[in-house]
């Protein structure tokens, strides 16, 4: 295995990158309210219902118990994240409600268009 240093793994600002972040946060943005909007059509905003359908069986219950694990560890990751770039707090609070009322599909490419936006600076 071999000793890298810091500036030999510092890569240059990839710009690019903001695109492709913008894109995956459009499709994450978009596609999960497509595949709700039957439901809500249907039945309104019926939390009870939501939830008695989204943890309708063992595999559905394992995927979101593991979705939400995995937002929690992306908020958490987000907030010691934004003050090492240099960044608002408030930042993670848009992460937060974006992640929350979406996905973890809309919050997590959103961050990583806000980071990559500010390391191409």
Do not use: K
């Not at 497509?34 to 595999?59: H, I, K, S, T």
Request: glycine share 6%; aromatic share 16%.
């Amino acid at each position: 295995m071999s000793n890298l240093s810091a500036s030999q793994l510092a890569r240059p600002a990839q710009p690019w990158l903001q695109w492709v972040y913008l894109g995956l946060l459009g499709i994450g943005s978009v596609l999960p309210w497509w595949f709700l909007a039957p439901f809500f059509q249907q039945f309104g905003f019926d939390l009870g219902e939501f939830l008695r359908q989204a943890l309708a069986n063992r595999v559905a219950i394992d995927l979101a118990v593991d979705l939400v694990i995995s937002a929690l560890v992306f908020l958490v990751w987000v907030w010691v994240e934004l003050p090492r770039l240099g960044l608002s707090r408030w930042w993670w609070c848009l992460c937060a409600i974006a992640t929350f009322s979406v996905g973890l599909s809309c919050g997590l490419p959103l961050f990583l268009l806000l980071r990559q936006r500010h390391l191409t600076v």
